[in-house]
Every structure is written in structure tokens, then in C-alpha cells.
């Protein structure tokens, strides 16, 4: 009996500390919904933040999605030669990409490379009272760096993925000409055939969806370490686990919400 | 009768269960270097951040300019902000920006239809002041712990406050440049007409900066006054032992 009492604080404690948390991120992200919409609009600091997201991510997404292209293609075709249905890997690798594989490839990407700069910029600009600089003189930091670099990762993440799209089908075409000798054309035709419109949308809702939790949690995790350079690695760790978890928490709502659409 | 453009009644400030302000009083005069002494964790910092907004108080009044800063709207603290220059004890400089968009920052954000001539120039002629006019298009991570101190005093002085808050300005320092340093405070009064408060432990920028030096102990202030009556007069053996960096607990 002593035990459980001696466990009861410590539980309760846990309790408070994740409503507590829960409450101030709930605080944080209507905070954002607050200022996004009231200027100054920080549009250069958007564009700049956008050019870092995309442009310097493009090396590791381009490599990621061919290899992830190839590979499916290569691991899916034996199965369905058995089948003697090899000629429905455009289709099949179409559909995998669009509809999940190039968001959850691109958007898990971005979250270990961007929401953990996200993360530690702003923790170390924390820790280093960069953020309370800029906040006597008379310039908004929550807008000038959270809102530029959230609205960045929401608009870049779908680019990003129509992009690996594209790289992904490009390396399984590679590996479709050499080993069934198909042509691009064909392949690119069986490609489109496959997919529908509802896949594109929601690809691109789900992508929006992602890119604006990578940008929210790498922010939020910065702007709130504390205790110095192991709050800053902290947050940026926590940010990458956070932005990964809640991913794979809005594929899976998606994907039940599209079937539901599809099914309708 | 001077002007005061800092009053401070009855401020408190507690964090959790510790009480940092416990009912501070204190002036600021136009023109004077008023320095706040005090050991490490003593509330001198929170102070001057209750001062530009950044912390608010628990109870009492803090006045800047004629404004009660707890009552004020975002618009109207961001007004007072602009005329109160504050240099952080780590310089604060942003790391991601050059000496030149550190400098312009401020600047371009509060002060409508400058050219990018005009700019440049106040950038010059402020980092001509602090002595390192050679620094402009270098990183922050390129400069020393002095330099950086410097550029961060220019960075402040480009939208000429009427009040500066220099917090623990020779921290980390060596001797040679905690003199430099402690010069430059005294320059700044002189040439760009302020008034200031100097947060610091330190004893002989405390005498070289200071018109005033206040000592903070225990969340109160001890002692107020001119160097050599704080110290030669102390009735308070803490404030006393100051002047030996030995400090006595109760």
C-alpha cells in the first residue's frame, strides 16, 4: 500500500506534465492561425526559408526516391511473375508511389532533415536570447521565425513529393526498360491510367498535412528548450520523434478517410 | 529637479516558490549611468527585463519614459521598445546574419523609406564608433567575445535610444578588454546623449561606467549612491565585502 502511494505523485505528475504540454502545444498552433493572417506578412524571410527547404533538400530527396523507385520495382517483380502479371508494374509501383510511398518516403525525410534544423536553429536562438533580441526590437519572433518556417515546410513538402513522385517513377522505369523492355511512353501511359484524380488530392492534402507538422513541431520543440546546448539537442531529437510519430498517426486517418471517400 | 526616466516602486518578482524582486524602488535620471550591482542570481537581470517587456512583474510599478510597461498594448510597448537599446550579457548577435544584416535588422523593420544608401551608412558610421569598421561583412562567429560585444552595443545604438540596458557588459572578458568595454559605456552616454543602466559584478566597471551604483542583495536594494559612498559608508557588511568580491551570507 505504501508503494502505490509512493507511485500515486509521481503518476500524477506525468499526468499534469502531458496536459500540460498538450495544452501549451494546442496554445502554440493556435497562436500560429492567430498571426499567419495579420501582417507584416514576412514574405522574404518566406521565400528565403522556402529556398532553403526545397533547394537544399533536393540532393537527398532525388537520391532517396530513385533508390526507393528501383527497389520496389525490383522486390515487387518476382511475386508477380509468377503470376505472369509483370506488365502490371507501372501500375502497381504508380500506385504505391503516389499514394503512399513518395509522402511518407519525402515527408519522413523532411522531418529528420529539416524539423531537427528546425529545432535546434530556433532552440540554439533561444538558449542565446537571439529570440528576446528580436522581440525589444520591436520585431514579432514568433512571426518572424515560426510562421516563415512553418508556412516554408507546408508549401515546399507537397513540391518536394510531386518530385520524388516523379524520381521514384523514373528509376522503376529503369528498371522496367532493361529487365521487360518497355517504353517510356508505354510505361508512363499505364502509369497515369492507374491513378486517379482522388489519389493526386489527396496526395497533395496528406503532403500539405505533413509539411505543416514538421514545420509546427520542429518550431514548437525549439521555441520552448531550455537548459542550454543539451536543451538544444534535445529539442531537435524530440522534434525529428514528435514530427515521425504524428506522420504516421495522419497517414493512417487519411488513408482511412480516402477510403471512405472511395468507397462512397 | 532632473527628470526621471525610470521609476521603480514597490516591484516584485518571484519565480515558483523563490522570490528574486522583493519590493524594489529605484530612479533612473536623464544622462546618468545608474550601475546595478549584485551576485550572481540576485535579480538584477530580471530588472532590466521587466523594464523593456520581456518579464512581467508580480506587484508594484515600473514607469519607463512616463509609461507603466505591464500596461501597455503590443503597439505601444514596441513604441517604448524602440527607444530603449538593450545589449544581452552573450551579445545576442544572430548567428545566421553578417555584422551588416545584424546591423540592418532593426533598422529596416522600424524605420520606413531609408535607402540602401542611407542605410549603409549608418551602419558605417555606428561600426566607425565602436572601433571595428573592418567588421561589416563578417559572421558573428568570426568575431571575438569583445568584438561581438561591440557590434551588439552598435546594433542597439542604430535606432538612438533614449535609454540603454547594457546586462553583465564585461562577462567573460579579459581585463584589456573589459576596459575597452567599460570605455565604450562611457563614449555611448556621451556621444549619443543617453541614459543607462549597467548590470554588473563587476567592480571597476561599475566605477568607471557609474554616476550611481545601486547594490542588490536579497531583492532589495542596500545601498544607493556613488561609488565611494556605497562602499566607503556601507552600513550593510554584505555591501560592504562586495568591494572585496567576498560576499557574506545571512
Redesign the interface.
Known sequence: MAGDADRKPVLSKKIDKFFTGLASAFSFVKRFFKEVLVPPYELKEVVHQCYRIGVESLPLISLTGFIVGIVFTNQSRPSLSEFGATSWLPSLISIAVVRAMGPLVTALIAAGKMGSSIGA?IG??KV???I????????NPFKFLVVTRVLATTFMIPVLVMYTDFVALMGSFLSVNANEMVSMTTFFVQVFESISFLDIISSVLKSLLFGFTIGIVGCYKGYNSSKGTEGVGRAANSAVVMAMFLIFIEELLVLQIVNAIRMM | MEEKVVEIEGLKKSFGDLDVLKGVDLDLYKGENLVVLGKSGSGKSVLIKIMVGLLRQDEGSMRVLGQEVSTLKTKALNELRLKIGFSFQNSALYDSMTVRENMEFPLVRNVKNLTRGEITKKIEELLDSVGLPQSINQMPSELSGGQKKRIGVARTLILNPEIMLYDEPTAGLDPITCMDINNLIVQVREQYNTSSIVITHDLTCAKVTGDRQAVLLDGQFKAIGSFDDVFAHAKDGRVKSFYDYNFIDS
Open positions: 536553429e540554439s536562438m542565446t536570447e537571439q528576446d533580441a528580436m522581440e525589444v526590437s520591436a520585431t
